[in-house]
Every structure is written in C-alpha cells, then in structure tokens.
C-alpha cells in the first residue's frame, strides 16, 4: 500500500502523559500536514511541512504540542502532559506541493487518541 | 476568520435515489473548494474538487455547484448507494497563504436506506 500510513491507529493514555504519534507520506510528496478532528466536527488544520521545514503553526497547536519532519520525510507529532481535551483523531495529510495551483491532499487513516 | 459550513447535518436518502449535500463558506477568496468523504475509522478521502473561477464540474456519479452569488456549494450524487453512506465533508483552500491547508466545515452524514 503507497498510501498515507499512521501510527498507531489507537492510543489510550492517562492525563499527563506524552504520546507520540508518527505519520508516512506518500514518498514523493513534500508537503505534509497535521489536522485534528472532535466527533462530528470537520478535521482543524494543526500545522504543516514543505520538506523538512515547519511553516505554519495553527494558534489550535499549544506549546505543548511539538511536531518534527527530520528528514522530510516520515513526521511525528507529540503532546505532553495530555489533557482530557486533547481526546481527538489526529489526522496526517500528504500532497505534492505547487505554488501555482491545487494539489490534493491524500490522508492517513488518522490515530484515535483517548485521554483518561 | 473564515468558515465552512454545512446546511444540515444528517441526510437520509432511499438508494437509487439523487442526494444533495449542500454547503455555505464565506471566505469570498477561497481558490479551491472539495468535497471529502469519510467512512467511519477512515480518514477523509477525495471525491471532487472544483476552482472558484469556475461554477459546475462532473466526476462520475458526482457533479459539484458553486454559487459565487450566495456563496454556496452544493455536491450531487446520481443515484445513490449503500456504499455512498459516509459523512461528507466540503472544504476550501486559500492560496494567500500559500499552504494549501484545507479548511473543512463540520459535516453532512448521508444514511442511504437499502
């Protein structure tokens, strides 16, 4: 499969706790972005990478979160001290980035984070 | 800011039949809006995507509208199957920000009745 793969799929944690969450794009694809989806609402932008180079950060990304793209390639995304709140699907997206026009974004099937 | 949103949030159509979801943005400088579909457990998959410059556009079974005027788009399904079942989401890409970050509304779920 040369899809977008997230992992893991499923994680359960208690409150104060760090996770990590990794995301695989799409091998040529250089552009890589982080979103966060609540039940029922649709997925809210977090941040996103051209290579390895973080360059939006949305205000929704408190300090705790922290989100890497070392090599331009694979990424991770981690919280600290996690909250109740930050109970969500964490959803990894993946395009061939243009400065001229659209290209879509391929997602992940997203990791299930519950925080207890 | 600018928003996304959708007119209804549940959708229950008899297979066979057309269905349209509909959607209103106000970011009058969207350059790009889509639908996704998603399936429980999945993430959001691509269905159709249409340029602001233009105002219908067809993929197979799929045809998106969009409304300038009133600032809303609507996607059509041609007869609907029980695998069109999913919550459909509409987003909008801004290219002033030179990210392509897509921002969604809130969802539409389409049940189709068998």
């Known amino acids: 499969d040369t899809g977008v793969s997230q992992d893991p799929r499923h994680k359960i944690t208690k409150r104060g706790q760090n996770v990590t969450f990794r995301c695989d794009p799409i091998?040529?694809?250089?552009?890589l972005y982080w979103y966060r989806q609540t039940l029922g609402q649709g997925p809210e932008f977090l941040t996103y990478?051209?290579?390895?180079?973080?360059?939006?950060k949305s205000r929704l990304l408190s300090d705790r979160f922290s989100a890497e793209r070392p090599k331009g390639s694979f990424s991770t995304l981690e919280i600290q001290r996690t909250e109740q709140g930050d109970s969500a699907m964490y959803l990894c997206?993946?395009?061939?980035?243009?400065?001229?026009?659209?290209?879509?974004?391929?997602f992940g099937p997203g990791t299930r984070l519950t925080v207890l | 800011g600018e928003s996304v949103g959708l007119h209804l949030p549940t959708l229950s159509v008899q297979e066979g039949d057309n269905s349209i979801i509909n959607c209103a943005y106000s970011?009058?400088?969207?350059?790009?809006f889509i639908w996704y579909k998603q399936e429980s457990g999945k993430g959001p998959q691509f269905i159709i995507d249409i340029r602001s410059n233009m105002d219908k556009r067809q993929g197979q079974r799929v045809t998106v509208l969009l409304n300038k005027t009133v600032k809303h788009l609507s996607l059509q399904i041609a007869a609907t199957q029980p695998g069109d079942s999913a919550v459909y989401f509409c987003?909008?890409?801004?290219?002033?920000?030179?990210?392509?970050?897509?921002?969604f509304g809130d969802g539409t779920t389409l049940t189709v009745k068998p």
């Open positions: 997206a993946s395009s061939l980035a243009s400065y001229s026009s659209y290209n879509e974004q391929f």
């Open positions: 970011n009058s400088a969207s350059d790009y």
């Open positions: 987003a909008e890409i801004s290219y002033n920000t030179n990210a392509g970050k897509s921002t």
């Open positions: 091998s040529e694809h250089n552009r």
């Open positions: 990478f051209q290579n390895e180079a973080q360059l939006e």
